[in-house]
């Protein structure tokens, strides 16, 4: 779990825009004819890219790995 009390009100609106747009990508993604491994491959690579994304933002020391990212 994240302390978003610590950060900055800016912080958190690009954390919640980033977090939107990436949602929106999957469900676009998932939507595409595409075979299910090529859907899974580009999911990965959207999901690696956000938490790169988030950790810029907000610092790897403040992150986690688990289902609240």
Same mark, same amino acid.
Do not use: C, W
């Given at each position: 779990?994240?302390?978003?009390? $610590?950060?900055?009100? %800016?912080?958190?609106?690009?954390?919640?825009?980033?977090? $939107?747009?990436?949602?929106?990508?999957?469900?676009?993604?998932?939507?595409?004819?595409?075979?299910?491994?090529?859907?899974?491959?580009?999911?990965?690579?959207?999901?690696?890219?956000?938490?790169?994304?988030?950790?810029?933002?907000?610092?790897?020391? %403040?992150? $986690?790995?688990?289902?609240?990212?």
């Amino acid at each position: 779990m994240h302390n978003f009390a $610590s950060l900055e009100r %800016s912080k958190l609106e690009k954390l919640t825009e980033l977090q $939107s747009r990436t949602i929106d990508g999957l469900g676009m993604l998932l939507a595409t004819p595409a075979p299910p491994e090529a859907k899974v491959a580009e999911a990965d690579e959207l999901v690696r890219h956000y938490r790169e994304l988030k950790d810029t933002l907000i610092g790897p020391a %403040s992150t $986690s790995r688990d289902a609240s990212d």
